[in-house]
């Protein structure tokens, strides 16, 4: 019988974007899957061809009766209910960021303890690195054991090291028969993702300027450009994800493990991609006044492949951007 036929999953923020990605790769495995959701990022409508054969609650991991509800009767639990957006609200709500994000990963790994939830993922980050490794666009992969001593960037890096940590000492301490997968999740991307131009990540936004030129203009980057960064597909993702719960049968502790691609792209080569797929004439514009907080971001996959038995992303980033694009363009 097949791994997922009948295990009861829960995933938490499962009507976000990779939540709800995850979500149909599960159902389609034969899991039976329960989502807890605020909705205040994700949208019921991402589950659409699959509302019918899941639990949906409509939920708040703030609140540790909702965490503990959620919680009941699961074997499985994909942590994947955070507070995030684009770099924009990371700057402008720091404080936000770092206390909410530390209350939903205390309260959700709290009540998944307390109900003897068997395997546990925490989807961690490469936003936990030190900002000192990431200061050139041609910056040397970061490797693992290079995120203590801390330095992270934003508060969002802070959180999720500290959910780490969590993990980590729990798991010292020998008070729990849970195991523990940690993924530090670099640059997915894909369909379900936030269009808004306010809290969007860079793809989703220069695909959603572009298609709404020049109604909507100028396509404008902040800074140069020439920062770099390195983009997984969400389909790769999620077979990441599932297999480093496979492998806990045999492991009490997977990672911290970075998931992601290694390939390196500067941010104005991936708006003129986006532009050739537009087919549209359009100018882009650079508006250097803006600081560059993060110069290259690329992560070493090394360790991934070796726990996950070779696994490696398997979709090109010119096929991806092609498929995010018309799924925005569906959309809108």
């Not at 936003?127 to 054991?145: F, T």
Request: glycine share 8%.
């Amino acid at each position: 019988m097949h791994y997922w036929k009948n295990k009861k999953v829960l995933i938490t923020g499962g009507a976000g974007f990779i939540g709800s990605n995850l979500a149909e790769r599960l159902v389609c495995e034969g899991a039976r899957v329960k989502i807890i959701d605020n909705l205040e990022r994700g949208k019921k409508e991402y589950l659409a061809s699959i509302i019918d054969q899941i639990e949906f609650i409509h939920g708040d991991l703030r609140k540790k009766q909702d965490a503990r509800t959620a919680m009941k009767n699961i074997e499985v639990v994909f942590h994947m209910a955070s507070k995030v957006g684009g770099i924009g609200y990371y700057l402008s709500s720091p404080g936000e960021v770092i206390v909410q994000n530390s209350i939903i990963d205390t309260t959700t790994l709290t009540a998944a303890l307390e109900n003897n939830v068997e395997k546990y993922l925490y989807a961690s980050s490469a936003h936990v690195y030190p900002i000192d490794l990431q200061m050139r666009p041609d910056s040397p992969k970061m490797l693992e054991n290079q995120a203590i001593p801390a330095q992270p960037e934003l508060s969002y890096g802070w959180a999720k090291l500290f959910g780490e940590k969590q993990i980590e000492y729990l798991i010292e301490e020998g008070n729990t028969n849970a195991r523990f997968s940690v993924p530090r999740l670099i640059g997915a991307y894909g369909k379900n993702q936030d269009i808004e131009l306010e809290t969007a990540s860079a793809i989703p936004a220069f695909c959603r300027r572009a298609i709404e030129y020049p109604k909507r203009k100028p396509f404008r980057i902040w800074g140069t450009g020439e920062e770099t960064r390195s983009y997984c597909y969400i389909d790769d993702v999620v077979e990441g994800l599932m297999k480093s719960i496979e492998k806990l049968d045999s492991m009490t502790l997977i990672g911290p493990f970075n998931l992601g691609s290694e390939q390196r792209i500067k941010i104005k080569d991936i708006a003129s991609l986006v532009i050739k797929t537009s087919g549209k004439p359009i100018k882009l514009e650079f508006d250097k006044s803006k600081e560059t907080n993060i110069w290259g971001q690329v992560a070493d996959c090394q360790y991934a492949r070796e726990l996950l038995d070779g696994w490696k992303p398997k979709v090109s980033f010119e096929k991806g951007i092609r498929t995010v694009y018309k799924h925005i363009e569906e959309r809108l």
